[in-house]
């Protein structure tokens, strides 16, 4: 098993970082568990929101990729294809909703 060390930030952000190569894959879907965490932080909801960036959308992204890396290919395309069809929708609306989306 690959050692990680866990990195943490003063915005209180935290990233890991692999030390070792073994073990590469089981580090990615931690990484990405660690990931799904930050975007359930109701502050950086908030705050990504401020940008027009809507967490919910990207944790289903984060989902699909971690699926689509855990060999979970129907579920990895499912989540995936979700989250393109959210965002191209909020594209192509012409208003900003209450997520802070710019719909532009």
């Known amino acids: 098993m690959p ?3 866990l990195l943490v930030h ?3 952000l935290a990233s890991r970082v692999m030390t070792e190569p073994q073990n590469s894959r089981g580090a ?28 919910s959308i990207a944790l289903i992204a984060v989902q699909g990729l971690a699926a689509y890396l855990d060999g979970n290919k129907s579920r990895a395309a499912d989540d995936l294809g979700t989250a393109v069809d959210e965002i191209r929708a909020r594209l192509e609306a012409p208003t900003s ?3 802070g989306d710019s719909r532009e």
């Open 28 to 55: 990615a879907l931690r990484l990405l568990q660690d990931v799904e965490a930050l975007l359930k932080n109701p502050q950086l909801a908030l705050d990504f929101a401020r940008g027009g960036v809507n967490t």
């Open 10 to 12: 003063r915005d209180g």
């Open 3 to 5: 050692e990680v060390e």
């Open 97 to 99: 909703d209450t997520n």
